[in-house]
């Protein structure tokens, strides 16, 4: 029985690169089911919060905590990067790499990434090289090796960006069973509709800062601050 | 002209007719010079991944050292592997001055710089992409180098190639260290040279056009082995 990592608590966490603050102080807490969608205009930070949890990024001051020491919650955590990043390797090989890395057998890794390619539509695709995959093949590809795993929390920068309405609707159904199966799903979009079809909850950033955290439907129903709900009409927020 | 003409008529003569002198020198060549890439390549190649991906006090001190090696001229590196390896030098008790393994050991020195530095670009484009990848996935330093020397193995083949064909050409360090010794160290750059001195220059052309040619022929062997150029693979 795998400890449980959740919740993740973030208090007073700020990231600065080469002394500029990118966001912060940043206080919540992702509670252990659910998804959240982190929404904000360009620039408010969605990226860099995402990264600061799944460790990516570190806190220059606050903390981050995660329910169990933080190596320990490392290999149950996956992170889906908003331009999927291709190894040069296979379909296949590229879904089985991590768990080649965590010390799965050659043939048993093989089965099992054969069977989560055949589950994000890429059974088709196997000996085919990653990097000349479509955009949103790619991106099935960068789901299927992050939940081959099985983490418990899964992260995701705007999974869906630059992809067509078909590609973004396989995508969601793929996340829905993640989710169903337990996995915890924090996820960046700008699609105000993906955002409504997924969230349970809503971080709203504002340059760098948490501006509203709520539950999603009374988010999108009656916003509690100016800004998100003008964010929600389509205005330019600054 | 006539000169090349003439050498490349003698080139034609030598292969055709296998002449046995030149099957030596030219095995030889092949024999010394794929021992010293295949050992350059085994040093060079990891710590080229291994600069790439580790940060380090001097890091920058020890890439700029690297590639000014890149340029070692090969007549200083023959002389310093002399002195070491003469009877009186601190490894002339191994009795190694004037054989293929001196050879070896002198374009080992002269090529993994070129090796390692080539490599070292190479990688750190591909870690410069994998990075997040591969330290969100929770690999240890270990794996990393080991997924990027994979990964970028048509890049490090060509690296490895221009040890090769920085070896395969190098004469002023081997005819140091080797004596350039009829049936013992005799190898295609020391035989040109010897030729050319001789006065004999169709031979030494024809020896020539046979060394340019076994290094197009390495190379295209590899390229067709590894099948890089094949649908997909770059």
């Known amino acids: ?238 | 002209m006539n000169d090349i003409l003439a050498g490349l008529v003698e080139a034609g003569r030598l292969v055709v007719t296998l002449d046995p002198d030149l099957i030596e020198i030219t095995l030889r060549s092949l024999q010394v010079t794929v021992t010293a890439t295949v050992i350059a390549a085994a040093i060079g190649l990891p710590f080229g991944a291994w600069l790439a991906v580790n940060r380090f006090r001097h890091r920058r001190a020890t890439i700029a050292v690297m590639n000014a090696l890149m340029g070692l001229p090969p007549v200083v590196v023959g002389l310093i592997v002399y002195i070491l390896l003469s009877r009186s030098g601190p490894f002339g008790v191994f009795g190694l001055l004037f054989t293929p393994a001196a050879m070896i050991i002198a374009q080992v020195i002269i090529i993994t710089p070129l090796i390692a530095s080539i490599s070292h670009q190479a990688i750190r484009d591909l870690w410069a992409e994998y990075h997040d990848l591969l330290i969100s996935l929770n690999t240890t330093k270990r794996q990393r180098i080991h997924a990027l020397l994979w990964d970028g193995r048509r890049a490090l083949l060509t690296a490895a190639l221009a040890g090769f064909g920085r070896a395969i050409g190098e004469v002023g360090a081997i005819m140091i260290v080797g004596g350039n010794i009829d049936h013992a160290t005799r190898v295609l750059t020391t035989a040109i040279a010897l030729e050319t001195g001789k006065g004999n220059f169709a031979l030494a052309l024809a020896l020539g056009f046979v060394l340019i040619a076994l290094a197009i022929l390495v190379n295209f062997l590899i390229h067709g082995l590894s099948r890089t150029e094949s649908e997909s693979r770059w």
């Open chain 1, 1 to 238: 029985m795998v400890a449980p990592i959740l919740p993740l608590t973030l208090s007073a966490a700020i990231v600065k690169r080469q002394g500029r603050r990118l966001i912060g102080p940043v206080d919540c807490t992702i509670e252990a089911a659910g998804t959240t969608i982190v929404m904000g205009p360009n620039g408010s930070g969605k990226t860099t919060l995402l990264r600061l949890m799944h460790g990516l990024e570190r806190a220059r001051e606050g903390r981050v905590a995660w329910a169990v020491d933080e190596p320990a919650t490392r290999a149950h955590q996956a992170y889906v990067f908003q331009t999927p990043i291709m190894m040069r390797r296979s379909v296949v090989e590229c879904i089985a790499y991590p768990l080649l890395t965590h010390g799965t057998g050659r043939r048993e890794a093989r089965a099992r990434a054969e069977e989560w390619a055949a589950r994000v539509g890429l059974g088709d695709a196997l000996g085919r090289m990653a990097t000349v995959l479509s955009g949103g093949e790619k991106q099935k590809l960068a789901l299927a090796r992050a939940l081959i795993r099985r983490p418990q929390v899964l992260f995701l920068d705007e999974p869906c960006a630059n992809l067509d309405g078909r590609a973004t609707r396989e995508i969601e159904s793929i996340l829905a069973e993640a989710r169903a199966d337990g996995v915890r799903i924090v996820m960046s979009t700008h699609d105000m509709g993906q955002a409504r079809r997924l969230a349970d909850d809503v971080l709203f950033l504002l340059n760098g800062r948490i501006h509203e955290a709520a539950m999603a439907w009374p988010f999108f129903a009656e916003p509690a601050t100016p800004e998100a709900r003008a964010f929600l009409k389509g205005d330019i927020v600054e």
